[in-house]
């Protein structure tokens, strides 16, 4: 008896569910329709899109500043903000209702909306869309762009703080995803501990989720078991592996914010997201009617070469000592230089192999493209 | 430690929530209602006892909320499958997706909420029995609770006039009814029971060991807390052994990968579905017919008219 009940209530469900989808498809050819302005030109709205939480000290936490600091920049301005929002058809959908209510420009946070952000693009040749952390093979379209900053300048000072700080000489290093962001910054991680201690090896441990707290414990038990005795990580909530290492009594090495609070003794340095300034001038770009054409309408890199890294390093903790920070002063006088880069070669892959050959300094697409641990990483790269 | 140390504690830490609320299931189902949500009453769980031990600064007040919040979302179950007869996995997955949102709602501003993790208490002189007090008795105090919880569960469901009533319930309800018992009432009990279980299952993860809250925190503990429950077959010790298996599965990847040893590690992340799956083919058909008479109507799938 119950079971046969069940059978119209799904039907209705998955009627509903296609009208829903009926109705959204045709807003978007609706207002495809666009006039001839240039994209994003005074809009009066701004919507940005977050796949986390906007206060999980981590990177959602960090874009959802930058967005109100656009606000507070832009009186007159409404910005709109949806967090939580997967890499999915969903992120299409949310984009979609911001531009009804009429935001001109919209802002991806995440590396996994880019192609929904690509199929808003396409559909509203009169919104400005821009993404964050990823790249769009080739030439964007008109009204789309990229941007990010050299995450990996920091992650390589600290580094050297984290290579100096060692007694064990094991690092440890929790991410979610081998995607290159993440490669580059484990490489850069070992590339700058190495710099100061060439006994220093870098442990690395995959949750494959970017926020799952019971998964980060256990990544950073196991470290800790092993004897690291510095961690840091790549994930989007960060405060679990922070507890747990200080908790243990080792040292940490901070990703996307200041969490200096949760690890009084342990914490060594970090680095940390300020958007402000860049996501301000991206709005102010694209409501002058600028947008095509400029800088932003490519995949924009920023880092310590340009001067405007929105990346940057935290403060340091009680126990880093002035002759480390002045040997991380010194490496980023160094890496800021036209020939500088913690990848200027030579740079030796995992296997052995030459990733950088002698005195070559690779360029932002080159790094993003690595596939392969840096030598002194322990642990693989998974494949599937 | 050795790696199979490391694994085995992991086991334990990490398939205590996964134990709570498959105890909760347990008896659920032992009552002839299939929970789907209990999922979301391990979400209400961890969320209300971070809130509000955050809130007192008691940890273990924050604990008895969370089981009190676990049940309450069960009672939304309860409530529809009891009173108004609707579907047992359709109700089951709505009321999954409400403890999310609420949970997602009200959890926002507690996700910088800072507290600190009972963390591991040593037992007195049993955490120093070599092995055994390392995997067992050097862990938080929610997982001390799960050593007493399964076997009083045990009692309760097979040993006392209780736990027959509550069986009687659940295979056939109107012969409880004839005798003049009240079956639902049993039943809402048994729900609400097992609710507040997977509220401390909840708890476990966010005040027992990691000290965090997150949206969704859970990551589908509840869902292998449902099929534990299938393969244990409903009896609380093998839940356990079931529960420490999923824990172990989950707690492979990083302490292989810590170790350096070069394994797919996709694989290893799919491991413990995949074990569920094995699980389930080899002891699924075996025990059909030990299915409690009113769960097997929820399974039954009725010839179109």
Redesign the interface.
């Known amino acids: ?6 059978a119209p ?2 039907a209705a469900v998955v009627l509903a569910m296609s009208l829903l989808a009926a109705c959204s498809s045709n807003d978007s050819t609706a207002s495809a329709s666009a006039s001839s302005e240039p994209p994003g030109k005074d809009s009066e709205k701004v919507g940005f899109i977050f796949v ?6 981590g990177y959602n936490q960090a874009a959802y500043e930058g967005s109100q600091a656009v606000a507070k920049a832009f009186p007159d301005m409404e910005v709109l903000t949806a ?2 929002v997967p890499e999915d058809d969903s992120a299409t959908r949310v984009m979609e209702s911001m531009i009804k209510k009429g935001a001109k420009v919209i802002f991806a946070t995440s590396y996994g909306h880019l192609d929904p952000a690509i199929k808003v693009a396409e559909a509203h040749p009169d919104v400005v869309v821009v993404q964050q952390g990823n790249v769009i093979n080739g030439e964007p379209i008109d009204n789309m762009g990229t941007f990010f900053g050299t995450v990996y300048e920091p992650v390589y000072l600290a580094g050297i703080a984290a290579g100096k700080a060692t007694k064990s000489n094991k690092l ?1 290093y929790v991410y979610a995803f081998p995607i290159p962001q993440t490669i580059d910054n484990i490489d850069a991680f070992q590339l700058g501990a190495a710099s100061v201690n060439p006994q220093a090896q870098t ?7 970017w ?9 950073a ?3 800790l ?2 004897g ?1 005795d510095v961690i840091t990580q790549h994930q989007d ?1 960060t ?2 592996v922070i ?2 290492t200080e ?1 243990g009594g080792a040292m940490t090495v901070g990703y996307h914010a200041d969490a200096s ?2 690890a009084p003794k342990g914490w060594i340095t970090g680095s940390e997201w300020d958007w402000k300034d860049l996501y301000t001038d991206i709005v102010k770009t694209a409501v002058a009617g600028e947008f095509v054409g400029s800088k932003y309408n490519a995949n924009y890199r920023v880092g310590l070469k340009t001067g405007e890294n929105p990346f940057i390093q935290s403060e340091y903790g009680p126990s880093v000592t002035d002759e480390t920070k002045a040997q991380i002063e010194a490496a980023k006088e160094a890496i800021s230089k036209e020939d500088g880069s913690p990848f200027k070669g030579p740079v030796i892959a995992q296997d052995g192999s030459v990733l950088v050959e002698d005195g070559v300094v690779p360029d932002y697409a080159t790094i993003e493209g690595f596939t392969v641990f840096v030598k002194g990483v ?3 790269i ?3 | ?1 050795s790696l199979a140390l ?1 694994v085995a504690t ?1 086991a334990v ?2 398939g205590t ?1 996964i134990l709570f609320a498959a105890l909760g299931e347990t008896i659920s189902e032992r009552a002839g209602v299939v929970n789907l949500g209990i999922e979301g009453s391990m979400l209400c769980g961890a969320l209300t006892a971070y809130a509000v031990a955050a809130e007192t600064g008691n940890l273990w007040v924050g604990l008895a909320a969370g089981a009190i919040a676990g049940g309450l979302l069960s009672l939304v179950h309860a409530f529809f499958v009891l009173n108004r ?6 109700t089951g997955l709505v009321v999954l997706f409400l403890g999310l949102g609420i949970t ?1 709602l009200f959890g ?1 501003a507690y ?2 909420a ?1 507290v ?2 009972m ?1 591991s208490w040593d037992v007195p002189i049993l955490s120093s029995i070599p092995w055994i007090g390392e995997v067992f008795f050097q862990q938080d105090p929610i997982t001390y609770l799960s050593y007493l919880a399964v076997p009083a569960c045990w009692w309760v469901l097979f040993r006392s006039r209780w736990g027959t009533l509550l069986r009687a319930a659940g295979e056939r309800r109107e012969v409880l009814t004839t005798y003049g018992h009240p079956a639902r009432l049993i039943q809402y009990v048994a729900v609400v029971a097992g609710g507040m279980l997977g509220g401390i299952g909840g708890a476990q ?2 005040i027992g ?4 809250w ?2 969704n ?1 859970t ?1 589908g ?1 509840g869902f292998i807390a449902v099929a534990v429950v299938m393969f244990a077959n409903r009896m609380p010790f093998r839940v356990q052994a079931g529960s420490y298996l999923f824990g172990a599965a ?2 492979l ?3 292989l ?4 040893y ?1 394994i ?3 694989a290893l ?1 799919a491991a413990p579905y995949i074990v569920t799956i094995l699980v389930l083919v080899i002891f699924g058909r075996r025990k059909s017919q030990e299915i409690p008479g009113e769960l097997q ?2 399974f ?3 010839p ?2």
Do not use: H, W
């Open positions: 008896m119950k079971t046969r009940r069940l209530a799904l986390g939480p906007k206060d999980d000290f967090e939580n440890g442990y690395v441990v995959n949750t494959s989720n926020c799952d707290p019971a998964k980060q414990a256990e990544a038990k196991s470290l078991d092993e690291v909530c405060s679990t507890k747990a908790a609070s949760l322990v642990g693989d998974p494949k599937s | 430690m490391v992991g830490r990490g929530s007869e609707s579907n047992q996995l359709a997602s926002a996700v910088q800072d600190t993790a963390g993860l966010s060991y990691t000290g965090a997150f949206e925190m990551q503990r989950l707690a990847s990083p302490a990968q810590a170790r350096g070069s797919n590690q996709f992340d109507k929820v039954e799938i009725a179109a008219t």
